[in-house]
């Protein structure tokens, strides 16, 4: 019984290892995929920010914040 358990034990192991050096380069590819949508966030949040509506919205706080009575 022992040597079937022990045999049983080996091939888990064995599939596991396969498949974790099967998954290597998902990683890679994971962060690729991470960097580009970062830049494309980056691209349309600066777009909004840059927008007529949002800069004098983001000039008339500053210019609030710096009017400010203390």
């Known amino acids: 019984?022992?040597?079937v358990r022990r045999g049983v034990r080996r091939c888990v192991n064995w599939r596991a290892a396969l498949r974790s050096?099967?998954?290597a380069g998902m990683a890679t590819a994971e962060y690729a995929v991470g960097t580009i949508?970062?830049?494309?966030f980056a691209?349309?949040?600066y777009?909004?920010?840059t927008s007529g509506a949002?800069?004098?919205a983001l000039q008339s706080?500053?210019?609030?914040a710096l009017d400010a009575q203390f």
């Open 43 to 45: 691209a349309v949040l």
């Open 61 to 64: 706080v500053i210019q609030k």
């Open 37 to 40: 949508a970062a830049c494309a």
């Open 54 to 56: 949002v800069t004098s």
């Open 1 to 3: 019984m022992r040597l």
């Open 21 to 23: 050096r099967l998954d």
């Open 47 to 49: 777009r909004v920010v």
